[in-house]
């Protein structure tokens, strides 16, 4: 895949020659000479990925790193740390102020092209949903939009594949520290059935297995769909540093050597970590933009799209079952003097408690919608008549017996609503959602007019609560 | 990246073959000796990629192909299909039947794995927005789930950048036979620039241009945001195989070889063009769900959820703009009855023409809201005192001067507004939203028990509508 890289360093010729490497890959290559002119570039050009050599005079690369990863509107584009020193000591520090790998001066051609497409393919497949974040965040969707630097990177679910031993407790107990619960096995098979009923944040797999190829497992648990998105961090020797390139290549998203340093692989795994979940953060960014498109944000009940879009299925299902289903069309009495009395908070208050109400009053597979102001619907698909009539009364009666709270001096206040329904049985084939709807709402019309705080049902006229009092446990239960 | 691949082909060597060259690289092997035998893998499996024979005893390649397509469960799912046969009319029927790719039989080893590589990369960036797209269809927020196979293939706005006249003028004479707008231009420098004014759903670009490298072109759409998502066919000479693979390598989606068959490349863009409107439609899904969670879906306008958000934002501003900021509520009098009389739809139909006359009534910069019911709100940021009362007042009028059309026998009915109305200046510094929704609220009260169809402005009390009728058209235009 193609990208814009930005190289910074301070002595040319380094400049030009990764600049030569890149543009021979066709990568677009942009430069920088030094901290300040790399942090402009940064934020005016976008590159998909900054190299960024550590010893520079004035604003060091460490420097240079922290700004970009603690600018909001830079925090996302990936940076590797490139330099002479070798101390694992600066290795750790750069991947503490927020680098995403960390190459040693000579560059190895193979680790740095892998490393390069292996982050721009991440840059890529998280790009299109971050500025779907940026949307939801200035339509007030979401509050903030996420940043990766600002995600918790401990107390994550670990699992470790290593068949030695000494490394596999050398690692467990490193990442005991930073970590709730770090597991280990020493072969794939017993990972891929410890993988099927626990939800791992990370995976670390060893190249050097005696009893399979290492790679081979990476490479199934990268097309796995139940670990497809899961980070995999690959434990490889000196040596193996083709096979850590191919693993790159497969989709595994990073690789320590041995021997393992204890900080650089906590620093690694936080790395992972934190990237992972700002990944899921800016999924489910998506999930609540769909679930506030169908709800009620006073009362958390569905709205009226939802409603209207299910009551259409559960018609033609009632037909298909050939059973009965009851439209309730409720309302609150006299709504409009709560607010004018105590004030719109209390009213909002009241219509939360009315929902909640209606909530613990209705089967889990009814379906009750606010329909906006104090107009409220349950659907009752499979039902009986008689059982309809019960449902009925008891939500009547569950807003009639107990006062509701309310702020303000009153405390609480009494409220009863009246309901209009109709039963549409499979032998009345064509009635749409609008029908159905305006059947209960006359209903409902005559429930006002006719007292109010009562339950009519077309057919059927008022239902004396006298009758329904002792029957009902019995049946709903 | 790793993945699935299922290989399909009736001649057991083959398929050892394909599977050895195949998990060499890592990729995860399935296999099937036959079409009914593929088609309830691609279903049960979901692999990532089909590689998928044609000759074979019963049910041929053609068929599998045409089949996987037609399901809307596994539409998705790239196919190459691999044959012995050469001529080009069965690779256009292949095409034509839904196939991603054709390869011709002994396979090309860096042929092969590029094309697998690259259609594995855009299935994996593709998947997840359509397991939410069927989120999204399951909840009704969209109506169908997207299939790639039933987007429209024609009309697209097309760039050939070929320096060859006669293939140029070859290629845009086949083209207009499907689309609308073949444009041609020989160079890179002139492509950037005609796509900086247009919109292009597919570009073209020669790997054999004489002043510069066509790879290095491509490199550079690919890396550029505006061209990034555009798909790209690249054509080549048969010498050019290698430099087609890297350009797959860097993101080029397809490749058509010279000399160009006119039916391949009708088949390779309508491929291109499905796939990329498929995308688009994917992404429309989000904005939508986005939309649907902050407008009322009644009216089109603003919902409370919104409003509060940005009610917030406007107070904020007005602080430090020193300005002044209007909040009017309003309500439609006597709405209850509109909707006893004239039935639930007249109601709805009154609440839509309300909104209108709201917006058409407003700045564009201003703001107007659903709250609910018939309650409505509308923000006036950047006001004077002044010009606060004359909107208020040109809303109550747009409201009582026409009759509103209604469904039904009455045709038409009066509606009036009773407007309640508060003016945040900058020297209130610490006005909530809810504090200033419910000043204005407080006015609407009295409005009410004023008589309805009014204006009162705290502090300033009703306006008399004399007073504002002359100096309207001055003061607001």
Redesign the interface.
């Known amino acids: ?4 890289i930005l190289v910074v360093d301070d002595i040319l010729p380094n400049v030009k020659l990764l600049e030569a490497k890149l543009s021979q890959e ?3 290559v942009l430069t920088a000479m030094n901290g300040p002119d790399a942090l402009k570039k940064v934020e005016e050009e ?1 590159p ?1 990925l900054v190299l960024l050599d550590v010893m520079m005079p004035g604003m060091d690369g460490f420097e240079v790193c922290t700004r970009i990863k603690q600018n909001p509107a830079t925090a996302h584009v990936p940076v590797v740390m490139v330099t002479a020193l070798t101390d694992s000591v600066d290795k750790v520090r750069g991947l503490e102020s927020g680098a995403d790998d960390f190459l040693s001066k000579p560059i190895n051609d193979v680790a740095l092209l892998a490393r390069v497409r292996s982050l721009v ?1 991440l840059k ?2 998280t790009d ?1 949903w971050r500025v ?1 974040e940026n ?2 965040t200035q ?3 979401v509050d903030e939009s996420a940043n990766v630097m600002e995600q918790s990177a401990e107390k994550a679910n670990i699992l470790i594949i290593e068949d030695k031993d000494f490394e596999l407790n050398k690692m467990k107990q490193t990442l005991m520290q930073d970590h709730d619960l770090v597991q280990g096995v020493s072969n794939g098979p017993e990972a891929l059935s410890l993988i099927k009923s626990q939800d791992f944040e990370l995976l670390i797999v060893s190249l050097n297995l005696a009893s399979e190829d290492g ?2 497992l ?3 648990l ?4 139940r670990t497809r998105s899961i980070p995999l961090v690959m434990v490889a020797g000196q040596e193996d540093m083709q096979r850590v390139a ?1 693993g790159l ?3 595994a998203h990073d690789y320590i050597l041995r021997p393992v340093d204890r900080n650089e692989l906590l620093a690694r795994v936080r790395t992972q970590i934190r990237r992972k979940r700002f990944q899921e953060r800016l ?1 489910s960014t ?2 609540i ?2 679930s ?3 709800t009620d ?2 009362t958390g009940l569905y ?4 409603l ?3 009551l259409e299925k559960l018609l033609e299902k009632n037909i298909e079952s050939k059973k009965a289903l009851a439209v309730l069309m409720m309302d609150i009495d006299f709504f409009k003097a709560v607010n ?1 009395t105590h ?3 209390a009213g909002d208050e009241v219509l939360q408690t009315f929902a909640q109400r209606m909530k613990d009053g209705l089967r889990s597979f009814d379906l009750v919608a606010r329909l ?4 409220f619907v349950a659907i009752l698909p499979d039902v009986t008549t008689e059982r309809a009539y019960m449902i009925a009364e008891r939500l009547r009666r569950a807003i009639e017996e107990l006062p509701f709270k309310i702020s303000g001096p009153a405390g609480a206040i009494s409220v009863t609503t009246s309901i209009g329904a109709t039963i549409i049985t499979a032998d009345q084939p064509n009635v749409s959602v609008y029908t159905s ?2 059947r209960a ?1 006359k209903m409902l ?1 005559d429930a006002k007019a006719g007292g109010r705080n009562c339950v009519i049902f077309e057919g059927k006229g008022k239902l004396d609560p006298e009758e329904f009092k002792g029957a009902e446990r019995r049946v709903i239960e």
């Open positions: 895949m193609s990208a814009r066709y990568y677009d976008s998909d393919r890529m497949s299109e779907r949307t939801a339509l007030g969707v790679l081979r990476c490479s199934h990268r097309s796995n769909e191919h290549e497969i989709g999924r998506y999930e933009s769909l506030m498109a169908l944000s006073l709205n009226r799209r939802y209207e879009v299910h004018d004030g719109h908070k906006g102001g104090e107009e709807l305006e709402d019309y």
